[in-house]
């Protein structure tokens, strides 16, 4: 297909100037270079460009890091109130909003997202998530248990626990969404009292960076929040191999999740996981069809399909199928393709060349199947690494591109023909996975037992992948261990520590 116009909008002055600066590690709430002096370039995926040099660090930087955090934990950030805590989570979310175009900015610039994607991302999502956790901050608590240990007489016995923070924590996050997975990992870790060591997709640190800074101007005290940008294999490793961290949040793929889980044994410190998804959109012919289109289109190509919770699995009942499959194909037709600062942008480029070449190899395997090929199937010349939304049509389970996470956009479609909800179960759980999922229909009786069927950690009714702080999100089967978000989302952060009084 042929190229993309090259009318992309230009960046604020304030955005140039971020990109420009020097970018380097923060340790110990200083910026500092890399140990080995190292950099990397980070691109703009949309134009292939290189936007800014950072600093790459190794397993040194790391050791430094995590010392500072341990420093941190046991310094003045362990004698401030929770009323404290909570202020200076809610001062970083002012900052943020104060700065939010350049946030937007940065993070289209590094991912590719159209620019309503990252004000969604940014505005909508992590500046709520911050806000959400400084709440969270001051209702820490634990119970008191009336218990009656080693004979003591009723009443004379009391048992109270406390929450404690887990203690220092190595985050790990990807590149799909960088400054909201940044967020959903400090926002609980900052309430419940921990320190971090952040270890960010060495692809898109931009905005990793910007609110390091932030960090620093709304008064965080040094070493609570440590940054360092550096690669998987080597700077990641070193932080969920090192035994002074207590804890690892990680979000990524399955495949770095286990290696993540195997360097965790070490000293056996906790460990979080948001990984993969190949989630399913059951529509049933009783669904309005006005909201199931759209909201299919979007469930599977939201964020060009680089998104865990992407509905990139669509059950169709056959009493609709063809008007459905059309309606969402026209829809993924239509999608403006460009660099997301483009005004009117829909979909934005995938990560990087390495990105387009995993995706175009499913579209290659998807053509050789006998499913059809409904629309897109092609990548688009440069500069920028962009692939057309692609639908595959009558596809099945026995099929690689229906089974295994493409994280690009190509929706396969299913085609249903009775009211078997368990057969249809069986086929939405067929994977892995088990992150996300949806069912359409206007039978309140059929949804709920769908709901129940489905073995994910989230499953909407009539929208997919429905996002706010309050909702816990997380993973079943491969798809992971814990949540993040909502109540659930601070337990990680905490330990119970229980006292027995005997009086
Ligand atoms: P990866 O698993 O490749 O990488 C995730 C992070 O882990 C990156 O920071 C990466 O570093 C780092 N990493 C890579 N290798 C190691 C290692 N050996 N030890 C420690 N850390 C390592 O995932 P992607 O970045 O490609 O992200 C896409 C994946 O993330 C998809 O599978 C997607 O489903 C999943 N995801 C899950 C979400 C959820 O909430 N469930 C949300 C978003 C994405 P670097 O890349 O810098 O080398």
């Not at 600093?55 to 950030?77: F, T």
């Not at 469930?299 to 969402?328: I, K, P, S, W």
């Amino acid at each position: 297909m042929s190229a993309l116009p090259e009318d992309i909008a230009t960046p604020a002055p304030e955005t140039l100037d971020f990109l420009a600066r020097k970018h380097q590690l923060l340790i110990d709430g200083q910026w500092v270079d890399a140990a080995s002096g190292a950099t990397i370039e980070v691109e703009d995926p949309a134009t292939e460009k290189t936007i800014a040099t950072v600093a790459c660090g190794g397993a040194d930087d790391i050791d430094r890091a995590v010392v500072a955090a341990r420093k941190a934990l046991k310094g003045e950030w362990s004698r401030i109130t929770s009323h404290e805590r909570s202020r200076l989570i809610w001062k970083l979310a002012d900052a943020l909003e104060a700065r939010l175009n350049l946030a937007i900015e940065l993070e289209v610039l590094d991912n590719g997202m159209p620019r309503p994607i990252a004000n969604i991302a940014i505005a909508g999502s992590a500046i709520n998530h911050l806000r959400y956790y400084a709440g969270w901050a001051t209702k820490i608590h634990g119970q008191t248990i009336p218990v009656s240990p080693g004979g003591a007489r009723n009443g004379e016995s009391l048992t109270y626990t406390q929450r404690e923070p887990v203690g220092v924590v190595g985050a790990i996050t990807p590149w799909n969404a960088p400054l909201p997975m940044v967020m959903l990992k400090l926002a609980p870790a900052l309430a419940a009292g921990c320190t971090m060591v952040l270890k960010p997709a060495e692809m898109t640190p931009l905005t990793a960076l910007l609110i390091g800074q932030l960090t620093r101007e709304v008064g965080i005290p040094d070493g609570v929040f440590n940054i360092v940008v550096g690669h998987g294999a080597d700077a990641g490793a070193a932080l969920s191999e090192h035994d002074d961290v207590d804890k690892i949040a990680f979000t990524g793929s399955t495949a770095v999740g286990k290696i993540i889980l195997r360097a965790a044994a070490g000293n056996m410190k906790k460990v979080s996981l948001e990984l993969g998804g190949k989630s399913p959109v059951v529509v049933f012919p009783d669904a309005d069809l006005d909201r199931v289109i759209p909201g299919a289109a979007r469930g599977a190509f939201f964020l060009q399909g680089q998104n865990c919770m992407a509905g990139t699995r669509l059950f169709v009942h056959a009493d609709v199928y063809d008007q459905v499959v059309e309606g969402v194909a026209e829809m993924a037709r239509a999608f403006k393709i460009g660099p997301g600062l483009q005004p009117g942008t829909d979909l934005g480029p995938l990560i990087s060349a390495n990105q387009v070449n995993t995706v175009m190899g499913y579209i290659a395997a998807g053509k050789q199947t006998d499913a059809e090929l409904v629309c897109g199937g092609e990548a688009i010349e440069g500069p920028g690494h962009f692939v057309q939304p692609t639908i595959f049509g009558q596809t099945n389970m026995d099929m690689k591109i229906a089974r295994e996470e493409i994280f690009g956009p190509v929706l396969c479609v299913q085609k249903f023909g009775d009211w078997d909800l368990d057969a249809i179960a069986e086929q939405c759980n067929s994977t892995i996975y088990g992150l996300s999922g949806s069912v359409w229909t206007r039978d309140i009786s059929v949804a709920h037992r769908m709901v129940k069927k489905i073995d994910s950690g989230q499953v909407s009714i009539n929208c997919h992948a429905a996002v706010d702080p309050a909702i816990p999100f997380g993973g079943n089967r491969q798809s992971g261990w814990g949540r993040e978000f909502g109540q659930e989302g601070l337990e990680p952060y905490l330990k119970t520590k229980a006292t027995t009084v005997m009086f």
